[in-house]
């Protein structure tokens, strides 16, 4: 099973920036799909950006297009989210997850994954 750890949360103002690092550790062979996911006090956790680690290749959902990047070191076996132009509306506890195999199919589903860090919270102002 693999260990996940978030860092890097906390609060800025509108337009500010921030950059999420999810660290892993135990077994993540196989682990190649890999998410960022957030969740707002009295809604459900939603997907954020998606990361198929063998090719690199990524999906945002359309809220963060254009802001959120999604990328990797494979050297530190560690995933990031770098936000920038956040907005009070990205205010959330973030989640970093994994499954097997790879993000075909239901890739965007919290309920498809079955490795989770322990969040880290995201503050936006206005």
């Known amino acids: 099973q693999a260990q996940l750890r978030e860092s890097g949360g906390g609060s800025v103002q509108a337009g500010g920036s921030l950059r999420l690092s999810c660290t892993a550790s135990?077994?993540?062979?196989?682990?190649?799909?890999w998410g960022w996911f957030r969740q707002a006090p009295g809604r459900e956790r939603e997907g954020v950006a998606l990361?198929?680690?063998?090719?690199?290749?990524?999906h945002y959902r359309d809220s963060v297009k254009g802001r959120f990047t999604i990328s990797q070191d494979i050297s530190q076996n560690t995933v990031y989210l770098e936000m920038n132009s956040l907005k009070p509306e990205d205010t959330g506890v973030y989640y970093c997850?994994?499954?097997?195999?790879?993000?075909?199919?239901?890739?965007?589903?919290?309920?498809?994954?079955?490795?989770w860090g322990q969040g880290t919270q995201v503050t936006v102002s206005s």
């Open positions: 997850a994994t499954r097997r195999y790879d993000c075909a199919v239901n890739s965007w589903s919290s309920a498809s994954y079955n490795s």
């Open positions: 135990g077994n993540t062979i196989s682990r190649h799909c």
């Open positions: 990361l198929y680690k063998p090719i690199g290749a990524t």
